[in-house]
């Protein structure tokens, strides 16, 4: 397991204050505010803590209230709204400095036999055959601000392979879809509540910078604004994240300064794990 995957996972545990209120520290990756996944994962593993160990995630529904501090640790107040025969309902209060900075509303089931079906998932090169995000931004060091650029260059906890190659430097505008192999640098416990967690992490990267394909635009630029404003996830079969995800993501629509994406994310052998839905802010200031 990598040092960076350690230190994510130790981030995700979350200190017990009381029944229902948990402290998460922060990491700066480099964004200015806190990292959107890092909150939806600690959103999550805050929320498993309470409901029974057969009851496993579902569905998610989240908003980004404001932005969070990277330097803060985050307070997470749990809400037992329902706890049925079969389903658990949990809502999520992430506080920094006093004032709430994001909402999520989370359900969670036991297995139970029923109808079967997905979507097939796309053809893709095998994510060996792709470079990593690591070797893109050692290709482009050069180019990314002095402050910021250790922070980019550092080991990651999930190994990220693009299949479209989209030039964040000098883009051009191309066609509104992209596909990302994913998987976590190392390892992870047996245990479905983590993988779940570190999915939900890794569910924000690549995802609404897909909707700038179009317009040729880069959130690498200066003075751009691209900010998460909500984003619902579903959990449909069980997940190993510790093996390769594929991330396939489109963008339906954009308008009024606002960028739609959608995702779907299968296992190497073809399973349709979990899919996303997010909108967020996309201009320039």
Known sequence: MSKALKELLKILELETIEQGYYRGQSQDLGFKALFGGHVMGQAVSAALKTVPEDRHIHSLHSYFLRPGDAQHPVLYEVENIRDGKSISTRRIKAVQHGKTIFFMTASFQHEVEGFDHQDIMPKMPEPLSLPSYEDYIKKHQKLIPEPIREK????????????EE?????????????????????????????????????SDFHFLSTSLFPHGASHWHPNFQIATIDHAMWFHRPIKFDEWVLYAVDTPSASSGRGLVRGQLYSESGELLASTIQEGVIRQR
């Open 152 to 163: 980019f260059l550092a080991e990651k906890p999930i190994d990220m392979r693009c299949v």
């Open 166 to 202: 989209y030039d964040w430097i000098k883009p051009a505008a191309m066609p509104g879809k992209s596909h990302t192999w994913m998987k976590t640098n190392g390892a992870l416990p047996n245990n479905n509540a983590v993988h779940s967690a570190v999915l939900a992490y890794a």
